[in-house]
């Protein structure tokens, strides 16, 4: 641990709370980076590299890992907002109800999960009016090649439909 610079208090497995999870989550991927470095510099100083679930077996169990951390951590960089909200070190961040549109008590990796499939939101009538607005936005003409001009190469539009 002391090699790949990570926090001894990261590898508490009882603590299992979205924010916490997010920070042994990045220092897993920081360490994975620090290794990697180490190893092609020649001053990896263990005669054996630790294979990745070695290494996350040092934050947590690896069925816990790819089971509930690595899909919707993996995803969210894309969502700015809810990684200011899980990184949140002073009072600029984001609260709760601006990232989840919804107020609870505690969050969990459930509540990501639906989050994320919801895009970005908790509360099912800001993920109505997402809809709406993504269908809003899909009307209108589709632009369609014809059949040469896939054959040619060509991007020429020549004809246009409405789509129904």
Not at 126 to 134: P, Y
Request: include cysteine; glycine fraction near 6%.
């Amino acid at each position: 641990m002391l090699a790949l610079n990570i926090d001894s208090g990261l590898s508490d497995r009882d603590n299992k709370g979205l924010v916490w999870c997010y920070k042994k989550y990045k220092a897993f991927n920081a360490a994975v980076q620090l290794m990697d470095q180490l190893i092609i510099q020649g001053k990896w100083p263990l005669p054996k590299k630790p294979s990745q679930t070695e290494l996350v077996e040092v934050f947590m169990s690896k069925s816990y890992w790819h089971s509930h951390v690595v899909k919707p951590f993996g995803v969210i960089a894309r969502y700015p907002q809810m990684v200011a909200w899980l990184e949140r070190e002073d009072s600029d961040s984001p609260d709760d109800f601006e990232v989840w549109n919804l107020q609870k008590s505690e969050y969990g990796f459930k509540e990501l999960k639906e989050w994320i499939a919801n895009d970005g939101t908790l509360d099912k009538r800001a993920k109505a009016k997402l809809e709406k607005a993504k269908a809003r936005k899909g009307k209108g003409k589709r632009v369609i090649e014809s059949d040469e001009d896939k054959m040619e190469g060509s991007s020429n539009v020549r004809k246009s439909h409405k789509r129904k």
